[in-house]
């Protein structure tokens, strides 16, 4: 990029560490963070966060989360730069290698996701900011021969008596050779020029410009393209293969047979795709051929009739069941749905006899790095992570597949290949977010209040896969998010069931909350209806234990005009939800025409504690509700024959401009820890439509996609 003030650089793992043992004339600062930030389900590394300043007195974060459109590029420099007393247009950001000193300890891997980014660098990233700050005061003071109080730091300089200056630069060699002090002075909220403030996006300019460079930019000298054709059912393998006339095409430089299909590699990439669909090939497609969307719901709500394993026990539900007025019982169920990043998978690889270049999007270096190292033989110190701006991830950049495949393709040619799938490619070849079925009953007493729940949930884990550790008595911690209902019921019960489908599933954008949010706030809505109450109403006095869900729910409601008259043919909706360590609540608004639901106003309220840039906060919630919204009304992937029915968004829809609605987002100023904000209103606009299409047409949709013939 050429613009210095928005530059997002990449950096190898040697080159960072050569940086960082000795930059002529620089200063370098890992973070050793306090134990109270610290502590995190990893112990065996300390996270850390870096900041040099050069001799040039340019001022470098080195960033350990991708930028995927969420904004890590401008809100993690900010922490830095409000502590830093820099400009933070002066601040460039370079992306971290992969490494455990990366590792983000709200997930326990070098790891973007779990809207984690701002909760889990909140803190670290402003002592690093003052560390440095301190320690380039320190190095004023020694130089002029004068006491640390005396000086202080203002826009990139510290200033000492009777106008005496130095910028950054001038003491950063001098800085660098000073202890780092343990326990950094922060400032105080009211004294901060940007951390909370809505500052425009460091990114902005290269994307506009063309300069910023995403996976599928990445050109390296010698490299050359490959296209791979991959079974169409899922996991099968290649029985035979005829190259004849596809090695007689144009630019065709090799074709070769990986572990998951046969790649061609061309000069250009249209060559390499053009003559991969020449290849004639005799597929082994596996048992999964069996597979279809009939077979697995079959199977699912069979499961479903099985107990799981209990994650919350309160009082008892079956005694409060059974004395209860008025009971109510319904099943949810939601669908496979894909990832659908606007850019494909692809990543480049150069594979050499003592080394591996990767350079790509990818949400999880530390596991890019680790296949790398595996499937080479080689010490992941061999391995260098280069990563570039994703065009989505969406937690389809988590896994790595399309990582090894270029490894792979790479190490057979014996040249730098970059690998790219085409749309149809990665709509077949996803890791599906799992379809499932919840059922829920409750208990009303006389007056109407619910008094019993049962919450019984059935769908895979992605989590015995990825992470199997993680997954213990039974219990998938990301299965369960949402699922337990902050209301005030004296009498609950939940469990879950996993149940493996076949079909391969992975983490999508809001993971289980989506999953769970939609049943639990339809179910709300049921026993509302059921006990003759407004919606909001009844909601609102179950949260008397809950200050910061009640409140959202009320200022969602006065945003909305809740309870007072719409447009003709106009109904609202209500739902909320606790995620990622947000409270959010939402509105919509809608009208139903000849069987066409249209969402015409989503009001959201949230409170995310801590913000660092509230304008990144709104551009979340805008994406977030957008891409709920295509899951609520159109999402769904299905199967027959063991292939995937869906292939280009002609097949799988996202909401377009036409059918977009006003989204209204309203932040409460909050003194709470950072939450995430990426994720929760793609989780909780479905049931918040369907409650508003309930309110339209008087009919129950508990299947998603929202379907109403």
Same mark, same amino acid.
């Given at each position: ?75 993690? %420099? ?16 370079? &992306?971290?290698?992969?490494?455990? &000193? ?39 003071? =020694? ?26 630069? =001038? ?18 909220? +009211? ?60 630019? &065709? ?58 994650? @919350? ?53 530390? $596991? ?42 790479? @190490? ?40 019993? $729940? ?14 199997? %550790? ?8 990301? $299965? ?9 019921? %004296? ?67 006065? +945003?909305?005009?809740?309870? @007072? ?45 801590? $913000? ?98």
């Amino acid at each position: 990029m050429s613009d210095a003030k928005s530059s997002v650089v990449n950096t190898s793992r040697r080159t960072f560490l050569k940086a960082g043992a000795a930059v002529s004339g620089g200063l370098v600062i890992g973070v050793a963070l306090p134990e109270v930030f610290a502590a995190g389900p990893v112990t065996t590394s300390m996270p850390n966060a870096w900041v040099r300043i050069g001799s040039d007195n340019q001022v470098t974060i080195y960033s350990a989360r991708s930028e995927m459109g969420q904004g890590v590029y401008t809100a993690m %420099p900010t922490l830095v730069a409000e502590e830093l007393e820099v400009d933070l247009d002066k601040i460039k950001v370079e &992306v971290a290698p992969a490494g455990e &000193v990366y590792i983000n300890m709200l997930l326990g891997g070098q790891l973007t996701g779990g809207s984690t980014s701002v909760a889990e660098g909140y803190d670290k990233l402003r002592i690093a900011g003052a560390q440095a700050r301190m320690m380039l005061i320190s190095a004023a003071a =020694q130089k002029w021969g004068v006491d640390e109080s005396k000086c202080s730091a203002q826009h990139g300089s510290v200033f000492g008596p009777k106008g005496v200056r130095a910028n950054y630069g =001038q003491l950063a060699e001098a800085a660098s050779k000073l202890p780092v002090p343990k326990d950094p002075k922060l400032k105080d909220a +009211k004294n901060f020029r940007y951390v909370g403030k809505s500052i425009k996006r460091l990114d902005t300019p290269s994307k506009v410009n063309g300069t910023a460079e995403f996976g599928i930019d990445v050109k390296l000298p010698g490299m050359l393209y490959a296209a791979l054709a991959q079974c169409p059912v899922i996991g099968g393998k290649v029985v035979s293969f005829d190259a004849a006339k596809a090695k007689g095409m144009p630019g &065709v430089k090799n074709v070769v047979q990986i572990t998951d299909g046969v790649a061609v590699v061309a000069d250009s990439w249209w060559r390499a795709k053009t003559a991969r669909d020449a290849v004639v090939i005799t597929w082994d497609e596996g048992p999964a051929k069996a597979m279809s969307s009939g077979s697995i719901d079959a199977g699912l709500k069979a499961a479903a009739m099985k107990p799981g394993a209990v994650f @919350k026990k309160q009082g008892d539900a079956d005694a409060g069941l059974k004395s209860a007025a008025k009971t109510l019982e319904a099943s949810y169920e939601m669908p496979f749905l894909s990832h659908s990043p606007m850019e494909p998978m692809n990543f480049t690889a150069d594979v050499k006899p003592d080394s591996c270049l990767l350079v790509g999007p990818t949400q999880f270096q530390q $596991m890019a790095e680790g296949v790398a190292a595996q499937m080479l033989g080689m010490k992941p110190s061999q391995i260098t992570v280069r990563t570039t701006f994703l065009g989505g991830g969406f937690g389809r950049r988590i896994d790595v597949d399309f990582v090894a495949q270029a490894i792979e393709i790479s @190490k057979a040619v014996g040249a730098p290949v970059k690998l790219v799938w085409t749309r149809e490619d990665d709509m077949t070849h996803d890791f599906y977010r799992p379809t499932s079925v919840h059922t829920l009953s409750g208990g009303l007493d006389a007056s109407g209040k619910p008094v019993a $729940m049962k919450f019984h949930l059935t769908s895979s884990s992605v989590t015995a896969r990825l992470f199997p %550790p993680f997954v213990k008595d039974g219990l998938d911690p990301f $299965m369960l998010e949402a699922a337990a209902i902050p209301y005030e019921i %004296p009498n609950q019960l939940a469990d879950s069931l996993i149940y493996e489908t076949g079909l391969r599933v992975g983490y999508w954008r809001s993971v289980s909350h989506a999953l769970n949010a939609f049943a639990n706030e339809s179910f709300m809505d049921e026993l509302a209806l059921a006990a003759g109450k407004d919606p909001y109403e009844f909601r609102r006095v179950l949260l008397d234990k809950h200050p910061r869900l009640k409140n959202v729910l009320e200022l969602a409601a006065a +945003k909305s005009g809740w309870g @007072k008259p719409l447009p003709a043919g106009r109904f609202r909706g209500i739902g909320l939800m606790e995620g990622y360590g947000t409270s959010m609540a939402q509105v919509a608004e809608v009208s139903v025409k000849d069987g066409v639901i249209k969402v015409h106003r989503v009001v959201v309220a949230a409170d995310l504690g801590k $913000m660092v840039n509230p304008n990144i906060v709104n551009q979340q919630i805008e994406s977030s509700v957008i891409f709920g919204l295509s899951a609520a009304l159109y999402g769904e992937i299905t199967l027959k024959d063991g292939r995937i029915e869906q292939t280009n968004f002609d097949t799988y829809p996202v909401v377009r401009m036409p059918a977009s609605p006003k989204v209204e987002a309203h932040l409460v100023a909050s003194n709470e820890k950072p939450g995430g904000i990426g994720e929760p209103a793609t989780a909780l606009i479905s049931p918040t439509v369907a409650n508003a299409v309930f309110a339209a047409t008087g009919k129950r949709l508990r299947k998603l996609p929202l379907r109403l013939a």
